[in-house]
Structures are given as structure tokens and as C-alpha cells.
């Protein structure tokens, strides 16, 4: 089972910046889109950045675009979201999540959707304060 953890949450003041980080082990397949999604109290999960197997293709939610920079390691196996310009709107549990893709037909495609992905973290909290 492919296993899914993120990194790097935490509380900061309006403004500021954060970086989280999501690793994948335990990997079962030769590549993996993936994705952040964030949950904030009462509301449904939503979409905020994607990223393609090879990270030449990303995609961000437009509530979060020209803040949230989505990126990968060298690997494929880690991927990070630096937050910047961080708003109260963006307090939330952010949820890593990840897919096969089929290698190399797949490899510079991206998903944004929940029901597309497979694998997920358990979530980490973002709190920005005003």
C-alpha cells in the first residue's frame, strides 16, 4: 500500500509564508501524479494545486494561483507547496493525495479532482491568524 505523508503545517500570521512537503513510499507503480487539496471547518474538500509525474505540468485552484507554487524533487517521490501571502481564508487541513499514471503516456498529466486520486495523507493544519 502506497503510503502518503505530509509535512510542514503550522500557524502563521497573514502574510506569511509556510511550505509543506508530502512524501511517497512503499510505491507499487512506476509513476505518480499528485496533488494538494484542502478542507477548511463545514465545507467540502477542494482543489488547490496539481503537479504532473515528470513536474512539467502543474495546475492551481484560482483562489490560490500567484501565491501557492506546487513543485517536486528530483525523485518524484516528494512534493511541496510554498504558500506565500498567506490569508485567513487559507486556514484548513491541507490533504496530500496521489495516482498512477501510466509511464510515459501519463507522465506529464494531472488530476483535479478528489475522486481521481487514490492515495491520501492523513492531512496536515494550516492556520493563518488576522
Known amino acids: 500500500q502506497v503510503q502518503v505523508v505530509e509535512s510542514g503545517g503550522g500557524s502563521v500570521q497573514a502574510g506569511g509564508s509556510l511550505t509543506l512537503s508530502c512524501t511517497l513510499s512503499?510505491?507499487?507503480?512506476?509513476?505518480?501524479?499528485m496533488a494538494w487539496f484542502r478542507q477548511s471547518t463545514g465545507k467540502e474538500r477542494e482543489f488547490v494545486a496539481t503537479?504532473?509525474?515528470?513536474?512539467?505540468?502543474?495546475d492551481s485552484a484560482k483562489s490560490v494561483k500567484l501565491r501557492f507554487t506546487i513543485s517536486k524533487n528530483s525523485a518524484k517521490t516528494t512534493a511541496y507547496l510554498q504558500m506565500d501571502h498567506l490569508k485567513p481564508e487559507d486556514t484548513a487541513v491541507y490533504y496530500c493525495?496521489?495516482?498512477?499514471?501510466?509511464?510515459?503516456?501519463?507522465?506529464?498529466?494531472?488530476?483535479?479532482?478528489?475522486?481521481?486520486?487514490?492515495?491520501w495523507g492523513q492531512g496536515t493544519q494550516v492556520t493563518v491568524s488576522s
Open positions: 493525495a496521489a495516482t498512477p499514471v501510466s509511464y510515459p503516456v501519463g507522465s506529464s498529466s494531472y488530476y483535479r479532482r478528489v475522486y481521481e486520486y487514490t492515495y
Open positions: 512503499e510505491l507499487t507503480d512506476s509513476a505518480y501524479a
Open positions: 503537479i504532473s509525474w515528470d513536474g512539467t505540468s502543474t
